[in-house]
């Protein structure tokens, strides 16, 4: 039970932290391909002019593990998925 609590509570920070990570939520940049999406996402970061970051997008799901103090955010649209990490 406090496991389950523990995931929702990670769940709600990493949705709450999405539109303010970068700035003003570029995942809502997400376009219809993973490989459009990623480039529209980039170039939203780059104009920015922020420097330290990964994007990443898939059509399938997998796994990642960051550090509990990264900067993080993700979502999924048009049946793919995008992360993007501050570094």
Do not use: W
């Not at 391909?33 to 059509?59: H, Y």
């Amino acid at each position: 039970m406090q496991s389950s609590i523990l995931i929702l509570l990670c769940l709600v920070s990493i949705a709450a932290a999405c539109p303010g990570l970068f700035g003003m939520g570029e995942l809502q940049n997400m376009q219809s391909t993973s490989v459009d999406s990623s480039k529209a996402v980039n170039g939203a970061l780059e104009a920015k002019q922020l420097n330290r970051f990964v994007v990443v997008c898939s059509e399938t799901p997998f796994v990642f593990t960051v550090r509990a103090d990264t900067a993080y955010c993700g979502a999924t649209k048009n049946g793919h998925n995008c992360h993007a990490f501050a570094m």
